[in-house]
């Protein structure tokens, strides 16, 4: 039966040239950019170089002080003393991952500028993130502990700073005219990640300001690694029975907010929470509508398409139900029909997307951030792809099987 | 005739449902995309207000610097005294961080007679800043020493600014409260709108005020103008000299000129992106209208046949199915304007009004134009249908 429906469903297509053309553009078009989308929201959201231990980390990046009678509002990133006097103190924290946000400076080699983006990062920060290195090794604590003028640079630096040279590690670096020695080089890191990328990573203890000041607020953000997987939710509550207690640093304000959040709920707070609400809703929800009335259009047009291809073959439909075919027969296969339209289309789609990533890569407008169509984007694109076949099939079939046999028939 | 062409339209309702509802999003995505281009356009049509080229900034931490308010003055005194020393150097000024292209904004409230003026950008500025800027003094005066005394501060305030608190009338002299009505300002001069967020975002209210020995503990950037024989080598020796200077800082060198490119991608890359996606949207509707309108001719064989015999020339066949297409059309658009118009109404986005009415002129225009330009083949192939063969074919 299945077979029949395909062999009938080709010869449809290859009647009517132009609007399998419309139709497939239509789809294959919709789909690419869809495709696109998606594989640009996984390269966010899903774990990526070098934090793949998103199941069992929390991501503590934003205090909030605020007066709630004046509405006054302080936001910045974490204190170092708050990481170090409070939140360390956890008993289901097993490691902390501590770098301050990404600085910028500058150094210049033969006349030419390079602009470096250089972080302050504890000795546990190479041990939750697994950052690849291609040689050389992170700094120990004990480097941390004596202050040693040590630094990891990216790959990017080292081409940038030392040109093809084989092997930089044991040469030095000259950042702000002080001469750090290179002992690591790990791969670039996506610009996305804003808590990870950087240019140059240094040991806290060197920095210039003093890190350790008392106070909330300060230039640093942590990665919290629970012990399992399942004792996230647990070090989740253990950290907001914790900011209970963490005094109130000025009386001009009377709350303080700090959480311990999952990474896709750290990026949410970031564009449209606060203290209170984690802006989870507000995003998810704007996304849906976005992608919602971007597949209005497509599909009203394809609906509009499709109705006007059944009533051209109202013949077809009027023998077959003289012949005694039921309308749940005829739905089902002009449902198939639209499906394997609408796969092919897909199948366009797939390869459009493939080139547009490439040509993408090629370009590549945000450092750092290659895209590349994994399983997961495929699976996404397959729901998008049956959702389309079923949204754009279901309103004509459902007109068609209403199709009176007589008044069909009598129009040829 | 349009009578007629309503009663041909209400017959088939159902089937003309879903071309309207496709040309009512199409509208409103083509509002939408045109709003956004109309509201860019008209801000980079304004004037710059100030020249960003050879203009340098260097950032440090001021955080090792001494809080002596007496030893600072001398520190940045022989600071300025020895930059504008350099050859390659024309012009030295200290300024509040949110100086143009730079991504730190600072904004206030301002009161006159009660009245209160929100989102005002408030830049601290000294002496020197309208030329290393080039600012353009429309009346009035820039700062000058001798304003450190006197009973008020000093501002300076920018047109935009001006005009919505003085009108037509002058500025100068006058006398503007703070966010709490207290303490009073002077207005000294009103420069030309700087629009310093790039070329496609409107300046906004703005004051400048007067950079004051108590603000030189908050500085963290020096900007500089520099001649046009200024190149690296100059510039790392600048760097050399400025980390001599900060000790145990950060010192960063950055040029107005390619702060400014970064500025601007913020805004044109989604502007092209989502330019992209329209236009997709737009080829894809508009082979399905043309499908469609192509279809439908070919179903009414029958009627234009018998329209052609008793006399209808080809012309008017075609015409008459443009004009159903266009008043099809209307008919969405009516619907459309009605959402369109709720933006000025209701003024959301704080965006001028002037901008949606824009957009919607050039929403409407393109939309007929779209749907003209599809049903101009389908209507010129319905002109050429002989009435004998159609008439047969019935």
């Given at each position: 039966m299945l077979k029949n429906y395909f062999k009938i469903a080709i010869a449809v297509l290859k009647r009517r040239r132009f609007f399998t053309f419309i139709s497939l553009f239509g789809i294959s078009f919709t789909l690419t950019i869809l495709m696109v989308g998606t594989a640009f929201l996984d390269k966010v959201i899903s774990p990526d170089y070098p934090d793949y231990k998103r199941a069992r980390s929390l991501y503590v990046t934003t205090m909030e002080l605020k007066n709630s009678k004046e509405g006054w509002l302080n936001r910045s990133d974490v204190s170092f003393y708050f990481l170090d006097h409070y939140?360390?103190?956890?008993?289901?924290?097993e490691m902390m991952a501590i770098s301050s946000n990404a600085r910028t400076s500058n150094a210049y080699v033969n006349n030419q500028k390079i602009v470096i983006e250089y972080k302050y990062t504890n000795a546990d920060y190479w041990k939750v993130l697994e950052y690849a290195f291609s040689e050389g090794k992170p700094y120990t604590q004990q480097q941390i502990d004596n202050a040693e003028q040590v630094a990891v640079i990216s790959e990017q630096t080292k081409k940038e700073y030392?040109?093809?040279?084989?092997t930089v590690v044991g040469k030095y670096i000259s950042a702000d005219n002080i001469n750090y020695r290179v002992i690591g080089v790990v791969g670039n890191v996506a610009k996305t990640l804003l808590s990870f990328a950087g240019d140059l990573y240094l040991p806290y203890t060197i920095a210039k300001d003093d890190y350790n000041k008392p106070g909330l607020m300060g230039g640093f953000n942590a990665v919290l690694l629970a012990k399992s997987k399942a004792d996230v939710p647990k070090l989740k509550k253990e950290f907001d029975q914790m900011m209970k207690k963490?005094?109130?640093?000025?009386?001009?304000?009377?709350e303080v907010y700090c959480h311990a959040d999952y990474f896709f709920t750290s990026m949410t707070r970031r564009i449209a929470g606060d203290g209170k609400n984690t802006g989870m809703s507000v995003v998810v929800g704007l996304l849906s509508i976005f992608v919602f009335l971007f597949l209005l259009l497509p599909t009203i047009n394809l609906v509009n398409i499709n109705i006007t291809r059944i009533l051209e073959r109202s013949s077809e439909i009027g023998v077959r139900k003289a012949f005694g075919a039921s309308s749940k027969t005829l739905v089902y296969q002009f449902i198939v029909e639209n499906l394997i339209l609408t796969f092919l289309g897909g199948v366009i789609g797939l390869c459009l997307s493939v080139l547009v990533i490439y040509w993408y890569n090629d370009i590549e407008p945000i450092e750092n951030v290659y895209l590349k169509l994994n399983f997961t984007v495929l699976f996404y694109s397959f729901i998008a792809c049956l959702f389309f076949g079923l949204l754009s099939g279901v309103y004509p079939a459902w007109r068609m099987s209403k199709l009176n046999v007589v008044k069909a028939l009598k129009a040829q | 005739m349009l009578k007629h062409l309503f009663k041909l339209i209400w017959n088939k309702r159902k089937q003309n449902f879903l071309f309207l509802s496709e040309i009512l999003v199409s509208f409103l995505v083509i509002f939408a995309v045109f709003s956004f281009l109309t509201f860019y356009y008209q801000n980079y049509t304004k004037p710059l207000g100030f020249d960003y080229e050879r203009v340098w900034t260097i950032n440090y931490d001021n955080?090792?610097?001494?809080?002596n308010n007496d030893s600072l003055q001398t520190f940045y005194s022989n600071l300025r005294n020895s930059l504008k020393a350099m050859p390659q150097i024309e012009e030295v000024t200290y300024a509040s961080a949110n100086f143009p292209y730079s991504n730190s904004t600072m904004s206030t409230a301002v009161k006159k007679n009660g009245k209160r003026f929100d989102r005002v950008n408030f830049y601290t500025a000294d002496e020197n800043y309208d030329k290393v800027w080039n600012v353009k003094l429309l009346s009035g005066r820039w700062f000058k020493p001798?304003?450190?005394?006197?009973?008020n501060k000093s501002i300076v305030i920018n047109e935009t600014l001006k005009t919505a608190m003085f009108g037509n009338g002058s500025a100068i002299g006058q006398l503007i409260g703070d966010y709490e009505d207290k303490a009073k300002m002077k207005v000294i001069g009103v420069v030309q709108d700087?629009?310093?967020?790039?070329?496609?975002?409107p300046a906004g209210n703005a004051v400048f005020n007067r950079l004051d020995t108590g603000y030189l503990k908050d500085i963290r950037n020096v900007l500089i103008k520099v001649s046009t024989d200024a190149d690296a080598t100059f510039e790392s020796n600048l760097y050399k000299f400025m980390t001599n200077n900060f000790k145990n800082s950060t010192i960063e060198i950055g040029h107005l000129s390619e702060m400014r490119d970064s500025k601007n991608e913020v805004t044109v890359i989604p502007m092209i992106i989502f330019m992209i996606i329209a236009a997709f949207l737009v080829i894809n509707v508009a082979l399905g209208l043309f499908g469609v309108l192509w279809y439908n001719i070919n179903q009414r064989k029958g009627e234009i046949g018998l329209r052609r015999a008793i006399g209808a020339s080809g012309n008017n066949v075609s015409s008459q199915l443009i004009l159903e297409a266009l008043v099809l059309a209307t008919l969405s658009l009516v619907v459309g304007c009605f959402f369109a118009v709720q933006f000025p109404l209701l003024s959301v986005f704080d965006v001028p009004s002037s901008v949606y009415v824009i957009a919607m002129l050039l929403a409407v225009a393109f939309i007929y134009l779209l749907v003209f330009a599809c049903a101009l083949y389908p209507g010129k192939q319905a002109s050429g249908i002989h009435p004998a063969i159609a008439l047969h074919e019935e």
């Open positions: 939140v360390s103190t956890l008993k289901n924290v030392f040109g093809d040279a084989p963490v005094p109130l640093p000025d009386k001009e304000f009377d | 955080g090792r610097l001494t809080k001798e304003d450190a005394v006197g009973k700087v629009k310093t967020s790039g070329d496609y975002w």
